[in-house]
């Protein structure tokens, strides 16, 4: 009983602590509290970094004003689920590998 108050309590502190920065997260922030959101909910592990990729390149995307989203956000989303998420395992989410991988996925994409 203890154990599913304890949890409980994590996990509507992260929901808030999400609401409270959603408007300026940037994919840094939002993929580790979204990687263990996705651990915490029984899903596979290996399904977690790629829905967590491709969440918070979209959570980012939506911030932005709906006409700059174009083909480079969406190169950037392809390229980052294809190449980035592959970086994450079960013991190393390997958050600062990740983020560089979508950033260098941005620079390349913003080339088309």
């Known amino acids: 009983m203890e154990g ?20 300026a997260a940037d994919f840094k922030e939002c993929y580790p509290v979204c990687l263990f959101t996705c651990a915490i909910s029984g899903t596979k592990w290996y399904i977690c970094p790629l829905k967590c990729t ?8 939506s911030v932005l004003d709906t006409s700059q989203i174009d083909n480079a956000h969406f190169c ?10 592959q970086l994450s395992t079960e013991n190393n989410p390997a958050v600062n590998k990740v983020d ?8 390349t994409c913003l080339k088309y």
């Open 4 to 23: 599913k108050t304890v949890r409980s309590v994590l996990i509507l502190t992260l929901f808030l602590g999400m609401l409270v920065g959603q408007s």
């Open 54 to 61: 491709t969440d918070c390149l979209t959570q980012e995307a």
């Open 76 to 85: 950037k989303l392809g390229c980052a689920v294809s190449k980035c998420s």
């Open 100 to 107: 560089a991988c979508v950033n260098s996925c941005s620079r």
